[in-house]
């Protein structure tokens, strides 16, 4: 199996795939969301299955609810080196997480090489500051309409 090449030789693009996108009528937990956010992106290849210890550092130095139903778990510094190649997962729960007293319906997991997940996270952050995107991206009926919502990220 060929590695990725490094990170300054490679761009952005397909950071997401529809496989890396899902819709939930229920709730979870915070720490459920961020298990599953990781098995998506384990299941991508793009971190190690100990990245979900990342996040949860990350969530008790600071929440990384954003506003607008939008969480951005991602790891800490310290623990770049489980992360494999850049990636996105995205989970959409119309149930709700409660977030640390927050309520996120979108969480989107991110891992990014070196300086990628800035980029990726400005796209993120465009999208999600208008509330119009944000209610077409919950009224999505399918992982394929949320995926097509969301594939400015691709773009950079």
Do not use: C
């Amino acid at each position: 199996m060929a590695s990725a090449p490094p990170p300054k030789e490679r761009d952005i693009m397909g950071v997401l795939t529809i496989g890396q996108v899902r819709i939930h009528a229920g709730s979870v937990t915070r720490d459920e969301a961020l298990q599953e956010a990781t098995d998506i992106l384990v299941a991508a290849g793009a971190v190690t299955e100990n990245y979900v210890d990342a996040m949860r550092q990350r969530e008790e130095t600071v929440s990384t609810f954003m506003g607008n139903g939008l969480a951005i778990p991602h790891g800490t510094n310290e623990t770049k080196d489980a992360i494999l190649t850049s990636g996105l997962s995205v989970v959409r729960y119309d149930g709700g997480v409660d977030w640390a007293g927050d309520q996120a319906n979108f969480v989107i997991g991110i891992a990014g090489r070196g300086d990628e997940h800035l980029e990726i996270l400005s796209q993120i952050a465009i999208l999600f500051s208008d509330e119009d995107d944000v209610a077409k991206l919950a009224a999505a009926q399918t992982p394929d309409e949320l995926y097509a919502l969301l594939s400015a990220v691709n773009e950079s």
